[in-house]
T-cell receptor, first 118, second 116 residues
Framework: DTEVTQTPKHLVMGMTNKKSLKCEQH?????MYWYKQKAKKPPELMFV???????INESVPSRFSPECPNSSLLNLHLHALQPEDSALYLC?????????????????FGPGTRLTVL | AQSVTQLDSQVPVFEEAPVELRCNYS??????LFWYVQYPNQGLQLLLK??????LVKGINGFEAEFNKSQTSFHLRKPSVHISDTAEYFC??????????????FGQGTILTVHP
């Protein structure tokens, strides 16, 4: 089972609202990620949590605030967003794959949350 | 530093025809390669991955890819496509940075459109 779930599927919010996106995985994966994807573009990495600690913040504006309450859950808190923040927000989790001498993480993605900021 | 180039932004093809989506990479360290598919308004689904061993990798939905180290390529192929294969396909590379997570570098994507 390689399922990552995300809620809600769609979200419309005003620029003064506060909302949260939720991501969940029960595969025992060691890392979880938030990506932003604009139309016809590849996903852009925002944050990485590894073993529940923030490992990467790709210079994301403070109006996006990630939270990792436990190893299965990842939240993204949104506040005072701009219309240009409208995008598909993807969550992913990963496990280590070894090739004998080293290895890498394989990432599994959720279905995404389509965010529209009015 | 790593980079990925997907040579075709769009590939139109007729149903039941073969297709090849091209991907070239550059990496200064050990390289691990992935193909993901994204159907409209959905997340990314892992099609296949190359870590080591056999250079011909088989994935889901009848897709396969061949790792060619000398040409730094990882092209995706399917011998006979279906309408349902219409989607965007992303090639990605990851290196063994010795970290406790993975960092993917994506190509710009190739939109495959299968016509009846």
């Amino acid at each position: 089972d390689t399922e990552v779930t995300q809620t809600p599927k769609h979200l419309v919010m005003g620029m003064t609202n506060k909302k949260s996106l939720k991501c969940e995985q029960h595969m025992g994966h060691r890392a979880m990620y938030w990506y932003k994807q604009k139309a016809k573009k590849p996903p852009e990495l925002m944050f990485v949590y590894s073993y529940e600690k923030l490992s990467i913040n790709e210079s994301v504006p403070s109006r996006f605030s990630p939270e990792c309450p436990n190893s299965s859950l990842l939240n993204l808190h949104l506040h005072a967003l701009q219309p240009e923040d409208s995008a598909l927000y993807l969550c992913a989790s990963s496990k280590r794959d070894f090739d004998g001498t080293g290895g890498t993480d394989t990432q599994y993605f959720g279905p995404g949350t389509r965010l529209t900021v009015l | 530093a790593q980079s990925v180039t997907q040579l075709d932004s769009q590939v139109p093809v007729f149903e039941e025809a073969p297709v090849e989506l091209r991907c070239n990479y550059s990496s200064s360290v050990s390289v691990y390669l992935f193909w993901y598919v994204q159907y409209p308004n959905q997340g990314l689904q892992l099609l296949l991955k190359y870590l080591s061993g056999s250079t011909l990798v088989k994935g889901i939905n009848g897709f396969e890819a061949e790792f060619n180290k000398s040409q730094t390529s990882f092209h995706l192929r399917k011998p006979s496509v279906h309408i349902s294969d219409t989607a965007e396909y992303f090639c990605a590379v990851s290196g063994d940075g010795g970290t406790s997570y993975g960092k993917l570098t994506f190509g710009q994507g190739t939109i495959l459109t299968v016509h009846p």
